[in-house]
């Protein structure tokens, strides 16, 4: 970069699911503004983000977030340095939109252009201050090489992290991804969508129950897959449906509001039996790869019990990003930006969605 | 100095851009490739400012086709239009896509504009032409092709996206009040919109970029499963 005498401003500008985030973030680091614009209240009714709903709040929000973020920043136009958005993996029809935003924005004030990959943001969340407005003591930057597990409604994803920009994936989920997981358990259970929290909330017993939900009151299944760190969470799944029937005979799940203390009991289990298969195959691929430190990243890293069982179990420092960078923003986003642009990566105005894109490809 | 609009359509299977300086069509490009909006259309802006002689810098205000069309295709010119005026605070003007359609065909003293709508249907509008004046005689909405073409009572000029099988039916049913243009011609001219939204600027309106939305005139399919008020 020229600029390399000064700080450097980055926009940051994320749509890829059902969360309208802005950001502007100084140095790779240093959090000036983070705003985020959930949808969860419109997609709840359907217990799952509807594409279609997504994309036309999207189509509103954009605007008046970018203005918000700015005003909340004093920044003018003169002062940004580069406009950074995520142009996938996610939904087609919401990724677009923060992307032609970000191009025009480009194209209107002369700014370089950095497609982000959402999965690598997550991991750059690790690298910002958990302050915002710029002050604060900033974390040691965590050492290569480090092992990131990427873990929320979409993904479930072992990574190698070499250096900035260069990654090999160790394991990834062979169906659904853990987050998908809570949501469907978390439906059986009868409980509300967005499901991590909801069982997270009923596992500690704080939906009516006596007590916190005994993690070892039933036995789920751990998938052991041969060779390499995959995961699968589908049998795991089925084994929870099984169990809820068998204790709700003939009642359905809606009983269960009617027996709290059995509702925090299997909603224990089944998170143990998740976070155990997290956490098991994350500290053993740390040890096979040599990694210096593990990264936690992505919206299940929210969660309480894999916080406190990883960091239990791991022989090397384990980092944890703020809650607040752990669901989809745009910190991380602008953060992961400046990386990019450090070593010379921008886009051009063809930039493209790619619902699909794989992190390899997005390696600068 | 220049002070130029751009114009952005991208609500039908054809899409592009124009430049003009006041009303005089500076220059204009359309495509028509599947997918390719998002992709086409600001490398197409920036190529057509330097053939007007001017850049970003020099826009003076910018006009979109707010729908209905193809909801992926809307979004994307809408959101580009209104990101563009909101960072260099100059006039967005939102244009209905249907009239601009419409406009291209002012020769003619009935049009019937026309986009696909999938599942077989159309969003279509009527217009008259009248000593230069046009006037909206049924406004946009969304139907099976027979429905709209049986409300046509005199000669009409179809303008607009008609498949093989909607031409077909309009051969062998609608012969007598429907004419077609050539359906080779790409349907979508952004110059058209950018006429229209000069007028409008002329006329000191515009729209605020925070809420300009596109006009779907349709429902989120699970929106219409779920029967949720909207």
Redesign the interface.
Same mark, same amino acid.
């Given at each position: 970069m020229s600029r390399v005498h000064r700080e450097t401003l980055i926009l940051g500008i994320e749509t890829s699911c059902d969360e309208t985030s802005v950001s502007l973030v100084r140095d790779g680091r240093r959090v000036i503004v983070n705003l985020v614009s959930s949808q969860i209240e419109i997609h709840r009714p359907y217990g799952g983000v509807v594409p279609e709903i997504a994309a036309r709040q999207h189509m509103t929000a954009i605007l008046p977030i970018l203005a918000e973020a700015l005003a909340a920043a004093d920044a003018s136009w003169e002062k940004i340095d580069a406009c950074a958005v995520t142009a996938g993996p996610g939904l087609a029809g919401s990724l677009l939109v923060g992307v032609n935003a970000a191009k025009a924005i480009s194209f209107a004030r002369g700014l370089p252009l950095v497609g982000v990959n959402h999965l690598e943001a997550h991991i750059y969340a690790n690298w910002l201050a958990a302050e915002t407005g710029g002050a604060g003591r900033l974390p040691r930057e965590p050492s290569f090489p480090a092992l990131c597990l990427i873990v929320s409604g979409g993904h479930t994803e072992l990574i190698l992290m070499r250096g900035h920009g260069a990654y090999d994936l160790v394991g990834q989920t062979r169906d659904d991804a853990a987050g998908e997981a809570f949501d469907k358990v978390a439906r059986i259970l009868g409980l509300t969508y967005p499901g991590g929290p909801a069982i997270e909330k009923a596992a500690a017993g704080e939906l009516g129950a006596s007590r916190p939900g005994n993690p070892a009151a039933f036995a789920l299944p751990r998938a052991v897959l041969r060779g390499g760190y995959d995961f699968s969470f589908s049998g795991l799944k089925t084994a929870a449906q099984r169990l809820i029937e068998e204790q709700t005979p003939g009642q359905g799940a809606d009983s269960l509001a009617a027996n709290p203390d059995l509702l925090a009991d299997l909603a224990a289990s089944f998170q143990e039996a998740v976070v155990d298969v997290l956490v098991a195959r994350t500290v053993a691929a740390a040890q096979q790869y040599g990694a210096a430190d593990i990264l936690l990243a992505g919206g299940v890293a929210a969660n309480a019990r894999l916080r406190h069982l990883i960091q239990d179990r791991s022989p090397v420092p384990v980092r944890i990003p703020p809650l607040s960078y752990c669901t989809d923003n745009a910190a991380i986003v602008a953060g992961c930006a400046y990386f990019a642009l450090k070593a010379g990566k921008t886009d051009g105005l063809d930039l493209d969605v790619n619902p699909n894109l794989r992190l390899a490809e997005a390696a600068f | 100095m220049v002070a130029l609009l751009l114009a952005i359509d991208t609500s039908g299977h054809s899409a592009g851009i124009a430049v003009l300086d006041g009303t005089q069509v500076l220059a204009e490009q359309t495509w028509t490739v599947r997918g390719s909006h998002?992709?086409?259309?600001?490398?197409a802006?920036?190529q057509l400012l330097r053939v007007a002689g001017g850049s970003?810098n020099d826009?003076q205000a910018v006009g979109v086709a707010l729908g209905p069309g193809a909801? @992926?295709g809307l979004? =994307?010119g809408?959101? @580009?239009?209104?990101? =563009?005026a909101?960072?260099?605070d100059i006039p967005c003007l939102g244009i209905p896509s249907l009239e601009a359609l419409a406009a291209t065909a002012s020769g003619a003293s009935r049009v019937l504009a026309v986009l696909d709508a999938g599942r077989e249907e159309w969003f279509w509008a009527l217009y008259a032409n009248d000593r230069g004046r046009r006037r909206c005689l049924s406004p946009p909405e969304i139907g099976r092709p027979e429905e709209a073409l049986k409300r046509l009572t005199r000669s009409t000029l179809l303008v607009g996206e008609c498949s093989d099988s909607q031409q077909a039916l309009i051969a062998t049913s609608f012969a007598r009040t429907v004419e077609l243009g050539d359906r080779r011609l790409p349907a979508t001219r952004p110059a058209a919109v950018g006429l229209l939204a000069a007028e409008r600027l002329a006329a000191g309106e515009r729209d605020d970029?925070?809420?300009l939305?596109?006009f779907?005139l349709r429902r989120?399919?699970?929106?219409e499963r779920?029967g949720?008020a909207g």
């Open positions: - | 998002g992709r086409l259309l600001l490398p802006a920036e970003a826009l909801f @992926t979004r =994307v809408i959101v @580009t239009a209104k990101t =563009v909101w960072a260099l970029p925070a809420t939305a596109p779907y989120p399919a699970a929106e779920k949720v």
